[in-house]
Protein backbone atom coordinates (compact mmCIF):
# COMPACT_ATOMS: atom_id res chain seq x y z
CA UNK A 1 0.00 0.00 0.00
CA UNK A 2 1.61 3.11 -1.05
CA UNK A 3 2.16 6.06 2.19
CA UNK A 4 -0.01 8.23 0.27
CA UNK A 5 -2.91 5.96 1.06
CA UNK A 6 -2.78 7.57 4.64
CA UNK A 7 -3.44 10.91 3.70
CA UNK A 8 -7.33 10.78 3.68
CA UNK A 9 -8.89 13.78 1.73
CA UNK A 10 -5.98 15.66 0.46
CA UNK A 11 -5.74 14.55 -2.78
CA UNK A 12 -4.12 18.35 -3.54
CA UNK A 13 -1.63 17.65 -0.72
CA UNK A 14 -0.65 14.61 -1.66
CA UNK A 15 -0.02 15.65 -5.81
CA UNK A 16 2.16 18.06 -4.72
CA UNK A 17 4.15 15.79 -2.26
CA UNK A 18 4.77 13.28 -4.90
CA UNK A 19 5.83 15.94 -7.46
CA UNK A 20 8.56 17.23 -4.86
CA UNK A 21 9.43 13.62 -3.97
CA UNK A 22 10.20 13.08 -7.76
CA UNK A 23 12.08 16.24 -7.79
CA UNK A 24 14.15 15.06 -5.17
CA UNK A 25 15.13 12.07 -6.75
CA UNK A 26 16.67 14.31 -9.60
CA UNK A 27 18.31 16.09 -7.26
CA UNK A 28 20.15 13.35 -5.42
CA UNK A 29 20.93 12.27 -9.52
CA UNK A 30 21.86 14.91 -10.27
CA UNK A 31 24.54 15.24 -7.37
CA UNK A 32 25.33 12.02 -7.63
CA UNK A 33 26.94 12.77 -11.61
CA UNK A 34 28.11 15.65 -10.49
CA UNK A 35 25.20 17.42 -12.58
CA UNK A 36 22.62 20.03 -12.25
CA UNK A 37 19.15 19.44 -12.68
CA UNK A 38 17.81 20.79 -15.73
CA UNK A 39 14.22 22.18 -14.42
CA UNK A 40 12.86 24.30 -11.53
CA UNK A 41 12.32 21.52 -8.92
CA UNK A 42 9.66 21.70 -6.04
CA UNK A 43 11.85 19.92 -3.59
CA UNK A 44 12.67 22.63 -1.14
CA UNK A 45 14.95 21.96 2.43
CA UNK A 46 11.91 23.30 4.94
CA UNK A 47 8.24 22.52 4.97
CA UNK A 48 5.26 23.73 6.98
CA UNK A 49 2.26 21.67 7.06
CA UNK A 50 -0.97 23.72 8.74
CA UNK A 51 -4.26 22.39 9.71
CA UNK A 52 -6.93 21.88 11.79
CA UNK A 53 -6.66 18.70 14.45
CA UNK A 54 -7.20 15.16 12.90
CA UNK A 55 -6.96 16.59 9.34
CA UNK A 56 -3.05 14.33 9.04
CA UNK A 57 -0.44 16.78 9.63
CA UNK A 58 1.81 14.42 10.77
CA UNK A 59 0.45 12.21 8.77
CA UNK A 60 1.79 13.84 5.74
CA UNK A 61 5.01 14.96 7.18
CA UNK A 62 5.85 10.67 7.62
CA UNK A 63 4.28 10.02 3.77
CA UNK A 64 6.58 12.62 2.53
CA UNK A 65 9.44 11.52 4.59
CA UNK A 66 8.72 7.83 3.72
CA UNK A 67 8.87 9.08 0.11
CA UNK A 68 12.24 10.85 0.18
CA UNK A 69 13.59 7.70 1.50
CA UNK A 70 11.90 5.43 -0.79
CA UNK A 71 14.41 2.71 -2.21
CA UNK A 72 11.86 0.52 -4.16
CA UNK A 73 13.20 -1.12 -7.12
CA UNK A 74 10.01 -0.01 -9.50
CA UNK A 75 11.92 3.76 -9.37
CA UNK A 76 14.42 2.66 -12.15
CA UNK A 77 11.29 1.90 -14.15
CA UNK A 78 9.36 4.71 -13.53
CA UNK A 79 7.61 3.71 -10.87
CA UNK A 80 6.41 6.86 -8.14
CA UNK A 81 8.05 7.36 -4.74
CA UNK A 82 6.18 6.08 -2.04
CA UNK A 83 5.51 2.50 -2.54
CA UNK A 84 4.97 1.69 1.03
CA UNK A 85 6.82 -1.70 0.65
CA UNK A 86 10.83 -1.45 0.73
CA UNK A 87 12.73 -1.22 3.68
CA UNK A 88 13.01 2.90 3.23
CA UNK A 89 9.44 3.40 3.59
CA UNK A 90 8.82 0.75 5.86
CA UNK A 91 11.32 2.18 8.46
CA UNK A 92 10.07 5.59 8.09
CA UNK A 93 6.54 4.83 8.69
CA UNK A 94 7.41 2.59 11.69
CA UNK A 95 9.91 4.98 13.39
CA UNK A 96 12.94 2.94 13.07
CA UNK A 97 14.94 4.21 10.17
CA UNK A 98 17.87 5.80 11.08
CA UNK A 99 17.84 9.09 8.88
CA UNK A 100 14.34 10.03 9.82
CA UNK A 101 13.79 12.02 13.43
CA UNK A 102 10.44 11.98 14.35
CA UNK A 103 9.86 14.40 17.07
CA UNK A 104 6.89 14.82 19.53
CA UNK A 105 6.59 15.92 22.82
CA UNK A 106 4.63 14.65 25.69
CA UNK A 107 5.40 17.73 27.49
CA UNK A 108 3.60 21.49 27.38
CA UNK A 109 6.62 23.28 24.96
CA UNK A 110 10.03 22.06 23.24
CA UNK A 111 12.86 24.10 25.26
CA UNK A 112 16.39 25.06 23.33
CA UNK A 113 18.35 22.03 24.67
CA UNK A 114 16.04 19.57 22.88
CA UNK A 115 16.21 22.46 20.01
CA UNK A 116 20.15 22.24 19.87
CA UNK A 117 20.06 18.41 19.77
CA UNK A 118 18.03 18.48 16.54
CA UNK A 119 20.07 20.21 14.60
CA UNK A 120 23.09 19.02 15.83
CA UNK A 121 21.70 15.77 14.17
CA UNK A 122 20.46 18.04 11.21
CA UNK A 123 23.72 18.50 9.70
CA UNK A 124 24.87 15.06 9.83
CA UNK A 125 25.10 13.49 6.44
CA UNK A 126 22.56 10.41 5.59
CA UNK A 127 24.19 7.40 7.03
CA UNK A 128 22.20 4.78 4.40
CA UNK A 129 19.59 6.96 2.97
CA UNK A 130 19.20 9.83 0.78
CA UNK A 131 18.02 12.58 3.09
CA UNK A 132 18.33 13.49 6.85
CA UNK A 133 14.67 14.54 7.23
CA UNK A 134 13.89 15.56 11.02
CA UNK A 135 9.48 15.88 11.67
CA UNK A 136 8.93 17.91 14.23
CA UNK A 137 5.56 17.22 14.86
CA UNK A 138 4.91 20.15 17.32
CA UNK A 139 6.40 23.09 15.83
CA UNK A 140 3.56 25.31 17.81
CA UNK A 141 5.26 24.03 21.22
CA UNK A 142 8.53 25.58 20.61
CA UNK A 143 8.97 28.23 22.86
CA UNK A 144 10.59 31.02 21.49
CA UNK A 145 14.21 30.12 22.42
CA UNK A 146 14.07 27.46 20.54
CA UNK A 147 12.51 28.83 17.59
CA UNK A 148 15.49 31.09 16.91
CA UNK A 149 18.12 28.53 17.82
CA UNK A 150 15.35 26.62 14.84
CA UNK A 151 15.93 29.22 12.56
CA UNK A 152 19.37 29.71 12.33
CA UNK A 153 19.19 25.73 10.78
CA UNK A 154 16.41 26.72 8.23
CA UNK A 155 18.04 29.68 7.37
CA UNK A 156 21.50 27.89 6.63
CA UNK A 157 20.75 24.02 6.49
CA UNK A 158 22.92 21.13 5.22
CA UNK A 159 22.66 19.77 1.91
CA UNK A 160 20.82 16.67 1.94
CA UNK A 161 18.90 17.95 4.85
CA UNK A 162 14.89 18.37 5.02
CA UNK A 163 12.97 20.19 7.44
CA UNK A 164 9.49 18.75 8.02
CA UNK A 165 7.34 21.28 10.74
CA UNK A 166 3.88 20.69 12.27
CA UNK A 167 1.64 23.28 13.37
CA UNK A 168 -1.85 24.10 13.54
CA UNK A 169 -1.80 27.36 12.02
CA UNK A 170 0.58 29.83 10.40
CA UNK A 171 -0.16 31.93 13.35
CA UNK A 172 1.97 29.07 15.83
CA UNK A 173 5.16 29.45 13.96
CA UNK A 174 7.50 32.60 14.28
CA UNK A 175 7.35 34.89 11.52
CA UNK A 176 10.75 34.30 10.33
CA UNK A 177 10.23 30.62 10.58
CA UNK A 178 7.33 30.30 8.38
CA UNK A 179 8.83 32.11 5.87
CA UNK A 180 11.31 29.98 4.69
CA UNK A 181 9.45 27.11 4.76
CA UNK A 182 7.38 26.13 1.87
CA UNK A 183 3.54 25.97 3.68
CA UNK A 184 0.62 23.41 2.54
CA UNK A 185 -2.71 23.37 4.05
CA UNK A 186 -4.76 20.84 4.70
CA UNK A 187 -7.97 20.51 5.71
CA UNK A 188 -10.42 18.15 7.65
CA UNK A 189 -11.45 15.31 6.01
CA UNK A 190 -14.95 14.51 5.16
CA UNK A 191 -17.10 12.43 7.38
CA UNK A 192 -17.89 10.06 4.45
CA UNK A 193 -13.61 9.75 4.21
CA UNK A 194 -13.58 8.90 7.64
CA UNK A 195 -15.78 6.27 8.03
CA UNK A 196 -14.61 4.57 4.86
CA UNK A 197 -10.79 4.72 5.91
CA UNK A 198 -11.98 3.44 9.18
CA UNK A 199 -13.62 0.18 7.61
CA UNK A 200 -10.74 -0.75 5.49
CA UNK A 201 -7.92 -0.43 7.41
CA UNK A 202 -9.32 -0.74 11.05
CA UNK A 203 -12.01 -3.42 10.28
CA UNK A 204 -14.74 -1.35 12.07
CA UNK A 205 -18.38 -2.17 11.75
CA UNK A 206 -19.37 0.31 8.86
CA UNK A 207 -22.24 1.85 11.71
CA UNK A 208 -20.06 2.51 14.37
CA UNK A 209 -17.21 3.78 11.99
CA UNK A 210 -20.08 6.27 10.71
CA UNK A 211 -21.02 7.01 14.13
CA UNK A 212 -17.12 7.94 15.35
CA UNK A 213 -16.61 10.01 12.31
CA UNK A 214 -20.05 11.72 12.42
CA UNK A 215 -19.23 12.32 15.94
CA UNK A 216 -15.70 13.38 15.66
CA UNK A 217 -16.83 15.88 12.28
CA UNK A 218 -13.46 14.02 10.18
CA UNK A 219 -11.21 13.95 13.39
CA UNK A 220 -9.54 11.01 11.94
CA UNK A 221 -7.22 9.88 15.86
CA UNK A 222 -10.10 11.15 17.65
CA UNK A 223 -12.38 9.10 15.38
CA UNK A 224 -10.38 6.13 15.19
CA UNK A 225 -10.29 6.05 19.38
CA UNK A 226 -13.74 6.03 19.62
CA UNK A 227 -14.52 3.57 17.44
CA UNK A 228 -11.80 1.37 19.21
CA UNK A 229 -12.24 2.38 22.46
CA UNK A 230 -14.87 1.84 25.41
CA UNK A 231 -13.72 4.18 27.91
CA UNK A 232 -13.36 6.90 25.31
CA UNK A 233 -16.98 6.35 24.19
CA UNK A 234 -17.75 6.57 28.04
CA UNK A 235 -16.06 9.46 28.77
CA UNK A 236 -17.75 11.10 26.12
CA UNK A 237 -21.23 10.47 26.82
CA UNK A 238 -20.40 11.87 30.41
CA UNK A 239 -19.33 15.00 29.29
CA UNK A 240 -22.28 15.54 26.45
CA UNK A 241 -24.38 14.87 29.59
CA UNK A 242 -23.08 18.04 31.29
CA UNK A 243 -25.05 20.50 29.49
CA UNK A 244 -27.98 19.14 31.46
CA UNK A 245 -26.88 19.23 35.09
CA UNK A 246 -25.92 22.89 34.96
CA UNK A 247 -29.41 24.29 36.55
CA UNK A 248 -28.30 25.80 39.95
CA UNK A 249 -24.40 26.63 41.33
CA UNK A 250 -23.95 23.90 43.18
CA UNK A 251 -24.89 21.48 40.06
CA UNK A 252 -22.42 24.02 37.98
CA UNK A 253 -19.54 23.46 40.67
CA UNK A 254 -20.14 19.44 41.05
CA UNK A 255 -20.17 19.25 36.91
CA UNK A 256 -16.67 21.17 37.31
CA UNK A 257 -15.41 19.13 40.00
CA UNK A 258 -15.90 15.96 38.02
CA UNK A 259 -14.95 16.83 34.77
CA UNK A 260 -11.73 18.15 36.24
CA UNK A 261 -11.45 14.64 38.64
CA UNK A 262 -11.66 12.71 35.83
CA UNK A 263 -9.08 14.71 33.64
CA UNK A 264 -6.66 14.27 36.50
CA UNK A 265 -7.46 10.80 36.66
CA UNK A 266 -6.58 9.90 33.29
CA UNK A 267 -3.11 11.41 33.43
CA UNK A 268 -2.74 9.61 36.58
CA UNK A 269 -3.45 6.24 34.29
CA UNK A 270 -0.83 7.47 32.00
CA UNK A 271 1.61 8.51 34.61
CA UNK A 272 1.33 5.06 36.41
CA UNK A 273 2.22 3.06 33.19
CA UNK A 274 4.85 5.30 32.06
CA UNK A 275 6.86 7.09 34.80
CA UNK A 276 7.55 3.40 37.42
CA UNK A 277 9.29 2.23 34.16
CA UNK A 278 10.99 5.21 33.67
CA UNK A 279 12.47 5.61 37.14
CA UNK A 280 13.47 2.34 37.80
CA UNK A 281 15.43 2.30 34.21
CA UNK A 282 17.37 5.40 35.26
CA UNK A 283 17.72 3.77 38.87
CA UNK A 284 19.48 1.23 37.12
CA UNK A 285 21.75 3.29 34.87
CA UNK A 286 22.73 5.28 37.71
CA UNK A 287 23.83 2.34 39.76
CA UNK A 288 21.04 1.86 42.36
CA UNK A 289 20.33 -1.76 43.52
CA UNK A 290 16.90 -3.23 41.92
CA UNK A 291 14.03 -2.54 43.34
CA UNK A 292 12.41 1.06 44.80
CA UNK A 293 14.60 0.66 47.75
CA UNK A 294 17.73 0.70 46.39
CA UNK A 295 19.81 2.90 47.58
CA UNK A 296 21.24 5.75 45.02
CA UNK A 297 24.96 6.59 44.63
CA UNK A 298 25.91 9.89 45.55
CA UNK A 299 25.67 12.79 42.75
CA UNK A 300 22.48 11.52 41.12
CA UNK A 301 19.91 13.56 43.03
CA UNK A 302 19.57 16.23 40.68
CA UNK A 303 19.24 13.71 37.75
CA UNK A 304 15.99 12.23 39.28
CA UNK A 305 14.86 15.30 40.07
CA UNK A 306 15.06 16.47 36.52
CA UNK A 307 13.35 12.82 35.49
CA UNK A 308 10.73 13.38 38.38
CA UNK A 309 10.10 17.61 37.08
CA UNK A 310 9.75 16.29 33.36
CA UNK A 311 7.22 13.61 34.82
CA UNK A 312 5.12 16.30 36.17
CA UNK A 313 5.12 18.23 33.41
CA UNK A 314 3.92 15.02 31.35
CA UNK A 315 0.87 15.05 33.46
CA UNK A 316 -0.10 18.16 33.37
CA UNK A 317 -0.12 17.90 29.80
CA UNK A 318 -2.04 15.26 29.56
CA UNK A 319 -4.56 16.46 32.11
CA UNK A 320 -5.28 19.31 30.04
CA UNK A 321 -5.44 17.62 26.43
CA UNK A 322 -8.17 15.72 28.31
CA UNK A 323 -9.96 19.15 29.28
CA UNK A 324 -9.74 20.15 25.99
CA UNK A 325 -10.58 17.27 24.45
CA UNK A 326 -14.09 17.38 26.62
CA UNK A 327 -14.23 20.97 25.82
CA UNK A 328 -14.08 20.21 22.19
CA UNK A 329 -17.25 17.84 22.49
CA UNK A 330 -18.71 20.50 23.87
CA UNK A 331 -18.62 23.05 21.42
CA UNK A 332 -19.60 20.62 19.29
CA UNK A 333 -23.08 19.64 21.01
CA UNK A 334 -24.01 23.57 21.45
CA UNK A 335 -23.03 23.46 17.82
CA UNK A 336 -25.40 21.02 16.71
CA UNK A 337 -27.86 22.64 19.17
CA UNK A 338 -27.28 26.20 17.00
CA UNK A 339 -28.19 24.46 14.28
CA UNK A 340 -31.30 23.03 15.50
CA UNK A 341 -32.25 26.99 16.87
CA UNK A 342 -31.71 28.41 13.20
CA UNK A 343 -33.28 25.28 11.06
CA UNK A 344 -29.97 25.45 8.95
CA UNK A 345 -30.15 21.36 8.02
CA UNK A 346 -26.45 20.75 8.69
CA UNK A 347 -25.93 17.16 9.60
CA UNK A 348 -25.85 16.66 13.34
CA UNK A 349 -22.89 15.53 14.88
CA UNK A 350 -24.26 13.96 18.01
CA UNK A 351 -27.65 12.15 16.58
CA UNK A 352 -27.45 9.87 19.71
CA UNK A 353 -28.27 12.54 22.18
CA UNK A 354 -30.46 13.87 20.01
CA UNK A 355 -33.12 14.46 22.29
CA UNK A 356 -31.30 16.67 24.86
CA UNK A 357 -30.25 18.31 21.47
CA UNK A 358 -34.13 19.43 21.13
CA UNK A 359 -34.68 19.62 24.90
CA UNK A 360 -31.68 22.47 25.01
CA UNK A 361 -32.66 24.15 21.60
CA UNK A 362 -36.36 24.50 22.86
CA UNK A 363 -35.32 25.89 26.26
CA UNK A 364 -32.84 28.75 25.07
CA UNK A 365 -32.69 30.77 21.81
CA UNK A 366 -29.37 31.24 19.37
CA UNK A 367 -28.28 34.04 21.24
CA UNK A 368 -27.64 32.91 24.51
CA UNK A 369 -26.28 29.13 22.67
CA UNK A 370 -23.44 31.60 21.34
CA UNK A 371 -22.29 33.04 24.24
CA UNK A 372 -22.34 29.05 25.74
CA UNK A 373 -20.26 28.46 22.90
CA UNK A 374 -18.02 31.87 23.64
CA UNK A 375 -17.44 30.54 27.32
CA UNK A 376 -16.21 27.06 26.16
CA UNK A 377 -13.65 28.71 24.20
CA UNK A 378 -12.45 31.35 27.17
CA UNK A 379 -12.39 28.36 28.98
CA UNK A 380 -9.86 26.78 26.79
CA UNK A 381 -7.74 29.88 26.32
CA UNK A 382 -7.90 30.14 30.05
CA UNK A 383 -6.10 26.86 30.05
CA UNK A 384 -3.59 28.10 27.34
CA UNK A 385 -2.84 30.52 30.20
CA UNK A 386 -2.03 28.28 32.93
CA UNK A 387 -5.12 29.09 35.00
CA UNK A 388 -6.31 26.53 37.13
CA UNK A 389 -8.19 24.16 35.57
CA UNK A 390 -10.42 23.88 38.41
CA UNK A 391 -11.35 27.69 38.32
CA UNK A 392 -11.45 27.41 34.39
CA UNK A 393 -14.27 24.83 34.20
CA UNK A 394 -16.00 26.25 37.07
CA UNK A 395 -16.26 29.60 35.66
CA UNK A 396 -17.20 27.67 32.04
CA UNK A 397 -19.98 25.67 33.90
CA UNK A 398 -21.28 28.93 35.08
CA UNK A 399 -21.69 30.41 31.71
CA UNK A 400 -23.40 27.21 30.15
CA UNK A 401 -25.96 27.92 33.29
CA UNK A 402 -26.42 31.87 32.82
CA UNK A 403 -26.28 31.41 28.84
Same mark, same amino acid.
Given at each position: MPVWDDLVGQERVQAQLAAAARDADALVTADAEGTESATASKMTHAWLFTGPPGSGRSTAARAFAAALQCTSPDRA?????? &??? &?????????????????? $???? !????? #??? $????RRAQLSPAVGRWQVIVLEDADRLTEGAGNVLLKAVEEPA? %???????????????????????? !?????????????? !??RRDGIEPAAAAAAARATQGHIGRARRLATDERARSRRAAVLKLPLRVDDVGACLKAAQELVDAAAEDAKQVAEEVDVKETEELRAAMGAAAGTGGR????????? #????? %?? #????? $?????????????????? %?????????????????????? !??????????? $????RIEGIIACREALDRNVSPLLAVEAMTMALRAG
Open positions: LGGEPG &CGF &CDGCHTTVVGTHSDVEIV $RTDL !LSIGV #KDT $RDLVP %RTVWLLCAPSLEDVLPTIRSRCRH !LTLRTPSVAAVADV !LVMPRGTAGVM #KDLED %RQ #KRRRT $RTQRDTLDLALTDLIGFY %RDVLALQLGSGLAIANEEVRPD !LDRVARASGPE $RTLR
